[in-house]
């Protein structure tokens, strides 16, 4: 069971995910032929324990103003 939430204000194509608190992966692709294999897309790898923290606090933020789909 996943939880799905949106906020109807808020735009956002970028993606993130937060591995063992320890590094975040952040960037703009899909998971898809055309974004992986053809477009011009960013993603970068973080451990900088402040930047993890301020990636972790920005979601939760969202998070709590979201609502469940």
């Known amino acids: ?3 799905v939430r949106e906020d109807a ?3 956002m194509h970028a ?3 937060v591995v063992d608190g320890q590094k ?3 960037g703009s692709e899909n ?3 055309q974004s992986l294999d053809q477009n011009r897309e960013l993603g970068i790898i ?3 324990q402040g930047v993890l923290h301020t990636l972790q ?3 939760q933020q969202d998070w ?3 609502q469940g789909v």
């Open 57 to 59: 606090q920005t979601f």
């Open 46 to 48: 973080v451990s900088d």
């Open 24 to 26: 975040a992966f952040v």
């Open 31 to 33: 998971i898809s032929t």
């Open 15 to 17: 993606k993130m995910m």
């Open 9 to 11: 204000r808020l735009y």
């Open 1 to 3: 069971s996943v939880q």
């Open 64 to 66: 709590g103003v979201s």
